[in-house]
Structures are given as structure tokens and as C-alpha cells.
């Protein structure tokens, strides 16, 4: 069958880009027989051909590729926003935490264990999403899910922060970095880590580290970009959407955000298949039923299609995207299913290790 509005050089346009980062012009010759494989591929697994050269009708996103799509904002939203930073910076630090910067520049607040039960807790790790001043924004939710004192970090991503600057952190110098910052603060202890919205990026970054899987023993996923990010939902959503919303307004067009999604951002490196999750790791899926960037009912499906039972999901009708993160009655409803998860993993604890006192501190949990 012959695709109508899509020419095969369109198609070649899409694949170098998807496959190989280069405009099909600058591929070398394995590259280019790798693409006639793929056509030949479409053509006896989906019976899809296409026109030969270019129609001009459907052009392909190539979010890499395309020019930053940027609203102006003035330079006092930054200097508000770094002062709001500032700001939320002394607010930490009277509540225990401290500052922490790896070599590499991850910037993460870190307060240790608050008494002697806590410290038998799981260090709890937490990544923002896109939000003016980052981790700022969200200081009530995140307080909320360490008010049991437990080793806490809350990590940093000025990127994604309205945050004047264009330099950027790989994946591998992103991990590096949680590495450094999490053995300097609390040893090779097991995890707990959460993200909300991108913040779901580098857990699933960290859940593929060979340092790092084999300790994260807990995984939270709050409105999570990541999962089924090869579908166009989320970067329709995000880069692409024209006109006023607030998503857009406050996030989706500002210039250091978008320069790092469109430049840095390699979005085939970042999707969360459920099936590569370690068995080992407890893990929440938590979305929202009118999320405006994450497709939440197809997300639903296929959770519900091939994991149902295998982790946690909460699927809050009504909600938009960030809800849960400004509604208290949503922070119970997750740290019930968190605290019941972390029970299952200390009964899960070698018998060799002593772990009455582990029993005690999370039965504390569950009142």
C-alpha cells in the first residue's frame, strides 16, 4: 500500500534523524543500506510503501533539527526567579539540609537521618519537573515525602528551571554525579527514588546504571514523561502546542528550557520500557486523568495490558498534570501505598541481616 502525502524522502528525512542524528545527505554508505532495510522492513511487516522524492504536503518533527520556539521573557523573570531560589535555598537549610555539588555539577539538597529509626529507612531521592525555580516549586510535596525523617535528597536540574545558561549535563554525567553525591552522603545504601513529570527521566537514567539498579529498591513515578515517550504525545504536548495555556505560559516556551529539550535532550535514550524495570525494584505508577502533556488513559492500558499486578498504579480521575503535587489528600493517598510497598521490601531482607528494629520503624509508617 502506498502512503498518500509522504514521500520517501520525507521518510529518509525522519529516519536519518531518528537513527542516526545527520540529515540523510551526511550519512556514509552503511548508513544509508541500514534505511533501505527499514523501508524494506515497512513494506513486508506493515505493507507500507511511498511515493519516490519529495511531495511537500507532511513534513517529519525533528525536534533536534528544528529552530528553538521561544516566547520572550524579560530579564526580571529570572532575577524573580533566582530570588525565589535564594529563597527557598535558606527555607532548606533551616529545615537540615545542606548543599551538595558533584564534580560533574549535579547540585542536590541533602539532609541526613533525623533520628535512630529513620536511619534505618531507605534514603529517599527526589527529581523535579519543568518548573520555574526547580525543585523550589515543590518544597510542601517534597517535605511531605520525607516528614518521616529518613535520609533526604532533592535534587537540582537548572535546565529545565528557568535558569539563565546553556550548558547542559549528559545522562552518564547526570548518574555520575547522583552516584558521587549519594555514596558521599549516605554510603551504597538501597533507594527510594521519585520523579515527577521530566523528573522521571533520570530515574529511568539511574535504573539502567550499572552502579545504581541493583540499590534502587523503590521507584515512584508521578506523571511520567518517560513511559511511552516514543509516542507523539508528549512532545506534541510540550514543544509543539501553539497558543495560550498555562503549561506553555509558564514552561513550554521559555528559551533555556526549550534550547535543552530541543538540543540536549535525547528523548530515545530516556523511554522507561515496565518490562526492563529490575525485579527486585517496588515501583508506583501515578497518573492524572486529564494530564495535559502525558496521554494518560493509553499510558493506563498499557500498564493495566501487561504489568497489573506486578506494580502499583494510581489513576486519579479528574486531575491535571502536577495535581498531585499541591494536593494533600493525594500526598496520603501515594505515602499509604509507599509505606506499604517499603514494608513488603524490609520482609523481603535477607534473614541474615538483623532487621527487628527495621519492623518497628515501619510499622511506625503505617499509623
Same mark, same amino acid.
Given at each position: 500500500?502506498?502512503?498518500?502525502?509522504?514521500?520517501?524522502?520525507?521518510?529518509?528525512?525522519?529516519?536519518?534523524?531518528?537513527?542516526?542524528?545527520?540529515?540523510?545527505?551526511?550519512?556514509?554508505?552503511?548508513?544509508?543500506?541500514?534505511?533501505?532495510?527499514?523501508?524494506?522492513?515497512?513494506?513486508?511487516?506493515?505493507?507500507?510503501?511511498?511515493?519516490?522524492?519529495?511531495?511537500?504536503?507532511?513534513?517529519?518533527?525533528?525536534?533536534?533539527?528544528?529552530?528553538?520556539?521561544?516566547?520572550?521573557?524579560?530579564?526580571?523573570?529570572?532575577? *524573580?526567579?533566582?530570588?525565589?531560589?535564594?529563597?527557598?535555598?535558606?527555607?532548606?537549610?533551616?529545615?537540615?539540609?545542606?548543599?551538595?555539588?558533584?564534580?560533574?555539577?549535579?547540585?542536590?539538597?541533602?539532609?541526613?537521618?533525623?533520628?535512630?529509626?529513620?536511619?534505618? *529507612?531507605?534514603?529517599?531521592?527526589?527529581?523535579?519537573?519543568?518548573?520555574?525555580?526547580?525543585?523550589?516549586?515543590?518544597?510542601?510535596?517534597?517535605?511531605?515525602?520525607?516528614?518521616?525523617?529518613?535520609?533526604?535528597?532533592?535534587?537540582?536540574?537548572?535546565?529545565?528551571?528557568?535558569?539563565?545558561?546553556?550548558?547542559?549535563?549528559?545522562?552518564?554525567?547526570?548518574?555520575?554525579?547522583?552516584?558521587?553525591?549519594?555514596?558521599?552522603?549516605?554510603?551504597?545504601?538501597?533507594?527510594?527514588?521519585?520523579?515527577?513529570?521530566?523528573?522521571?527521566?533520570?530515574?529511568?537514567?539511574?535504573?539502567?546504571?550499572?552502579?545504581?539498579?541493583?540499590?534502587?529498591?523503590?521507584?515512584?513515578?508521578?506523571?511520567?514523561?518517560?513511559?511511552?515517550?516514543?509516542?507523539?504525545?508528549?512532545?506534541?504536548?510540550?514543544?509543539?502546542?501553539?497558543?495560550?495555556?498555562?503549561?506553555?505560559?509558564?514552561?513550554?516556551?521559555?528559551?533555556?528550557?526549550?534550547?535543552?529539550?530541543?538540543?540536549?535532550?535525547?528523548?530515545?535514550?530516556?523511554?522507561?520500557? *515496565?518490562?526492563?524495570?529490575?525485579?527486585?525494584?517496588?515501583?508506583?505508577?501515578?497518573?492524572?486523568?486529564?494530564?495535559?502533556?502525558?496521554?494518560?488513559?493509553?499510558?493506563?492500558?498499557?500498564?493495566?495490558?501487561?504489568?497489573?499486578?506486578?506494580?502499583?498504579?494510581?489513576?486519579?480521575?479528574?486531575?491535571?498534570?502536577?495535581?498531585?503535587?499541591?494536593?494533600?489528600?493525594?500526598?496520603?493517598?501515594?505515602?499509604?501505598?509507599?509505606?506499604?510497598?517499603?514494608?513488603?521490601?524490609?520482609?523481603?531482607?535477607?534473614?541474615?541481616?538483623?532487621?527487628?528494629?527495621?519492623?518497628?520503624?515501619?510499622?511506625?509508617?503505617?499509623?
Amino acid at each position: 500500500m502506498t502512503v498518500e502525502n509522504i514521500g520517501k524522502d520525507e521518510v529518509d528525512e525522519f529516519l536519518a534523524w531518528s537513527l542516526f542524528e545527520k540529515e540523510p545527505g551526511d550519512m556514509v554508505e552503511w548508513e544509508k543500506d541500514e534505511l533501505e532495510v527499514c523501508h524494506l522492513l515497512l513494506r513486508q511487516k506493515l505493507n507500507l510503501a511511498f511515493e519516490p522524492g519529495r511531495l511537500n504536503i507532511m513534513r517529519p518533527r525533528r525536534l533536534s533539527k528544528e529552530d528553538v520556539d521561544t516566547l520572550h521573557r524579560p530579564l526580571v523573570i529570572y532575577l *524573580l526567579v533566582a530570588l525565589f531560589k535564594a529563597l527557598a535555598g535558606l527555607l532548606l537549610m533551616a529545615f537540615g539540609f545542606r548543599k551538595i555539588v558533584s564534580k560533574t555539577g549535579v547540585v542536590a539538597w541533602f539532609r541526613p537521618a533525623r533520628h535512630a529509626n529513620a536511619k534505618q *529507612l531507605m534514603p529517599r531521592l527526589f527529581f523535579h519537573g519543568v518548573a520555574p525555580g526547580g525543585v523550589s516549586m515543590y518544597l510542601p510535596f517534597a517535605f511531605s515525602l520525607v516528614s518521616d525523617g529518613r535520609a533526604s535528597f532533592l535534587f537540582e536540574n537548572p535546565n529545565i528551571s528557568c535558569t539563565i545558561g546553556f550548558r547542559a549535563l549528559t545522562e552518564i554525567e547526570y548518574v555520575k554525579g547522583i552516584v558521587e553525591v549519594v555514596n558521599r552522603s549516605v554510603g551504597d545504601r538501597n533507594l527510594s527514588i521519585v520523579g515527577h513529570s521530566f523528573g522521571s527521566v533520570p530515574l529511568t537514567w539511574m535504573i539502567r546504571s550499572s552502579e545504581l539498579k541493583d540499590r534502587v529498591h523503590q521507584m515512584v513515578l508521578l506523571d511520567p514523561v518517560t513511559i511511552m515517550l516514543s509516542e507523539p504525545d508528549v512532545m506534541v504536548s510540550f514543544l509543539y502546542k501553539t497558543g495560550i495555556s498555562l503549561i506553555r505560559m509558564v514552561a513550554g516556551s521559555e528559551l533555556f528550557t526549550i534550547y535543552y529539550l530541543r538540543r540536549h535532550f535525547a528523548w530515545y535514550n530516556s523511554e522507561l520500557w *515496565l518490562e526492563d524495570i529490575p525485579e527486585h525494584t517496588q515501583t508506583v505508577v501515578a497518573l492524572s486523568q486529564k494530564d495535559e502533556i502525558v496521554n494518560a488513559e493509553k499510558v493506563r492500558e498499557y500498564v493495566e495490558l501487561g504489568f497489573s499486578g506486578k506494580l502499583d498504579l494510581l489513576f486519579w480521575n479528574g486531575a491535571s498534570h502536577g495535581k498531585c503535587v499541591y494536593t494533600p489528600s493525594k500526598w496520603r493517598e501515594l505515602k499509604q501505598v509507599m509505606n506499604r510497598q517499603e514494608s513488603s521490601i524490609v520482609k523481603s531482607i535477607d534473614q541474615s541481616e538483623d532487621f527487628g528494629s527495621y519492623l518497628d520503624c515501619y510499622s511506625q509508617l503505617e499509623d
